[in-house]
């Protein structure tokens, strides 16, 4: 049974930071892109940042751009996305996302191409 499970959502006052695990269960990471999406109340889910897991190639949304890091560590199976600089506009829930593809990740992090396999999602809050 493949599994993707989200941790570390909460509450952060604006300028704080926050650090998002992807755990995966009943697979090999071998050749996945992993990304992390989020959806906020009324809008539609947007990728911010993804990664692969053969070679650590790793894709930003704009929006994200030096504040947000996207990690993997293969041998624990989990993905990890490091926020800093957090802004109320980041308020979202935040869903880990993975394919078995690890060689088209803009494709799937601009959204053009879904992911097929999802989290349950962790809520992140940025409100003072």
């Known amino acids: 049974q493949l599994q993707l499970v989200e941790s570390g959502g909460g509450l952060v006052q604006p300028g704080g930071s926050l650090r998002l695990s992807c755990a995966a269960s009943?697979?090999?990471?071998?050749?996945?892109?992993i990304g992390w999406f989020r959806q906020a109340p009324g809008k539609q889910r947007e990728g911010v940042a993804c990664?692969?897991?053969?070679?650590?190639?790793?894709y930003y949304a704009d929006s994200v751009k030096g504040r947000f890091t996207i990690s993997r560590d293969n041998t624990k199976k989990t993905v990890y996305l490091q926020m800093n600089s957090l802004e109320p506009e980041d308020t979202a829930v935040y869903y880990c996302g993975a394919s078995p593809d690890a060689d088209h990740i803009h494709y799937y992090c601009s959204g053009y191409v879904p992911l097929v396999y999802w989290g349950q999602g962790t809520q992140v809050t940025v409100s003072s």
């Open positions: 009943g697979f090999t990471l071998d050749y996945y892109t």
């Open positions: 990664i692969t897991t053969t070679d650590g190639n790793t």
